[in-house]
């Protein structure tokens, strides 16, 4: 027989995966206590008994999937027989795979909704778990910025720069190209720009 603990630990942990998926797919704004409570069959004073409100439950989904994606842009960084082109490629599919909208976008526009000590949270998590790993890749030699930018600025630009690989409507490249190829076809654009001179 399942113990009270272990029938709280099991419904504490399908309030966060099920919120990950509605916060990751529909975003903060459109998702509610009452559609994670739904979609686990909880009521929502249930919901209410594992975390006091929504943004506790964000932060934590962020807090989460950012260590992840720390965790495996890393392990990108780590091999370093691959050029930055080729890690910045893997780094992308990587964010695509984890996140079905773009990240930055889904992170900012939960500020408008969120205190302030929740979005220092969030800020926190971001700065951490994307950029300072990113900015790794802009500090190598091999990654010739441009005079006047920064790593951070270049991780940032990075990141701000990914909205047409989380949507089809606005894709870059040939449609018919495997993944990898689109995802560089719009680097090549990010890195290098889109006119000779």
Do not use: C, W
């Not at 909208?101 to 949270?121: C, G, M, N, Q």
Request: hydrophobic share 45%; proline share 5%; no cysteine.
């Amino acid at each position: 027989m399942v113990s009270r603990a272990e029938q709280l630990a099991k419904t504490h942990q399908a309030i966060l995966d099920t919120a990950r998926d509605l916060f990751l797919t529909k975003g903060y704004a459109a998702t509610s206590t009452r559609d994670i409570a739904n979609a686990i069959g909880i009521t929502q004073p249930a919901l209410y008994h594992h975390f006091k409100d929504k943004a506790v439950i964000f932060v934590a989904v962020i807090q989460t999937v950012g260590a992840e994606i720390k965790d495996g842009m890393n392990a990108i960084l780590a091999d370093s027989s691959q050029s930055p082109l080729e890690q910045l490629t893997s780094i992308s599919i990587l964010l695509t795979h984890k996140h079905p909208a773009d990240v930055f976008t889904l992170i900012h526009t939960s500020f408008k909704a969120l205190s302030p000590e929740y979005i220092r949270e969030l800020a926190g998590v971001f700065a951490a778990d994307y950029v300072a790993p990113l900015q790794a890749v802009f500090e190598q030699p091999a990654m010739q910025l441009q005079p006047g930018v920064t790593p951070q600025m270049a991780a940032n630009f990075y990141l701000t720069s990914l909205s047409p690989l989380f949507n089809r409507f606005h894709q870059i490249g040939d449609p018919h190209a495997d993944e990898r190829t689109r995802v560089q076809t719009l680097l090549k654009m990010i890195l290098y720009g889109v006119a000779t001179k």
